[in-house]
């Protein structure tokens, strides 16, 4: 058996959903935990107090600027990790903390959040509000086999990481319009309806086959432009579909 990875959660502003999405994988999380990745830091998890050496960071919430120990810990975070991903749409976009204004007690000068690619560079971005278990799943095993697998487990695994490490690159905004501006707009659109299956808030409607956006309902998690088809159609990891869920289905079992 190789060696297994190094993994940590690490919890800024966030709701904990991500965490318990990851931890949805039931007897999943067990074998990952036995067989590949030491959890090495979660503060809901493991008594460790101080954000240690790690090989993948999994940061979930966005970072308050008033906050000095969150935006110290996320850079000790950058620091410290050779891998970081933005675990769900409040690190990675800011999602609904984008509409926090602060004026609340007792802390009223908390007032400025922002995703964490603001503060630091950021390798990958798993989206959603929460994203599912398997996503989060699948990039724990992806992470394993990019760092400790043969060379054809490597490539599989680069090919499955490049859309979220495209994701990553893009931007840390996210909101229903993305839909409009880089779907619509771009003569892309195909009513598939992919879309409104992915927004939590139901904020996207099908309208005369095209996606209709309640902005007003939007939390800005990016969940419906990342799991549309047509904003990154990946042939490499379509075209390796079978090997990589086969190569999935071995590692889980
Ligand atoms: S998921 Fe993409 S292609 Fe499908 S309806 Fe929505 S915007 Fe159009
Ligand atoms: S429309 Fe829905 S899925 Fe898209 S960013 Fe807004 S809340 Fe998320």
């Given at each position: 058996m190789v060696e297994k990875i190094t993994v940590g959660h690490v919890h800024m502003s966030g709701c904990t959903g991500c965490l318990v999405s990851f931890?949805?994988?039931y007897e999943g999380l067990f074998k990952i935990l036995d067989n590949y990745a030491d959890l090495v830091y979660a503060l809901t998890l493991v008594d460790v107090r101080h954000v240690p050496e790690m090989d993948v960071a999994l940061v979930e919430g966005s970072v308050c600027l008033q906050d000095k120990i969150s935006v110290e810990e996320i850079k000790e975070t950058r620091e410290k990790a050779k891998i970081v991903v933005a675990l769900g749409g409040c690190a990675a976009y800011g999602n609904i903390t984008r509409f926090c204004r602060g004026g609340?007690?007792?802390q009223p000068q908390m007032e400025s959040y922002v995703p964490?690619?603001?503060?630091?560079?950021?390798?990958?971005v798993i989206p959603g509000c929460a994203p599912t278990?398997?996503?989060i799943r699948n990039v724990a095993i992806m992470a394993y086999?990019?760092?400790k697998g043969n060379d054809e487990q490597k490539e599989l695994a680069t090919a499955y990481l490049k859309p979220l490490m495209d994701l990553a690159k893009r931007g840390d905004e996210a909101c229903g319009c993305d839909l409009m501006y880089d779907v619509i707009n771009q003569g892309l659109c195909m009513g598939c309806g992919s879309c409104a299956a992915a927004c939590p808030v139901r904020a996207v409607t099908m309208e005369y086959g095209k996606p209709q956006v309640n902005r007003d309902l939007c939390i800005k998690c990016g969940a419906c432009y990342a799991q549309c088809p047509r904003s990154f159609f990946n042939f490499d990891v379509m075209n390796e579909f079978e090997g990589i869920t086969e190569l999935i289905k071995g590692v889980m079992e």
């Open positions: 931890a949805d994988n609340q007690w007792n964490i690619g603001e503060l630091i560079d950021v390798d990958a278990p398997q996503q086999l990019l760092l």
